[in-house]
């Protein structure tokens, strides 16, 4: 059986995050998404800088729970593009995601 890179990386990715550990409930309630600063626009040059004067820890996991699930779902678009995989519909595009 052949296999696309598209899909072995998404088989490694898959198992890498399946390993991960389950979230824990005694862990502090996160705040709500648009109450968190690490997931507003950041202002300013060089595709912003985050608000290090609001950031509190517990915006740190629900910030990178979201990223994670924001380049799960970009991985999943490059997977499903049903042209052949070439540099720069799998490579080029999983950099860009």
Avoid: Y
């Avoid at 409930?25 to 608000?51: E, F, I, Q």
């Avoid at 049903?82 to 995601?97: I, Q, Y």
């Amino acid at each position: 059986m052949r296999h696309t890179p598209r899909l072995v990386t998404l088989i490694v990715l898959a198992g890498v995050l399946g390993a991960c550990p389950s979230r824990r409930t005694d862990m502090p309630r996160k705040p709500p998404v648009s109450k968190n600063p690490l997931l507003a626009p950041w202002p300013g040059p060089h595709g912003g800088v985050p608000p290090f004067d609001r950031v509190k820890l517990e915006h740190f996991q629900p910030a990178v729970e979201q990223a994670m699930a924001d380049s799960l779902a970009a991985m999943a678009r490059i997977a499903a593009d049903p042209r052949p995989a070439d540099f720069e519909n799998t490579l080029a595009a999983m950099e860009r995601a």
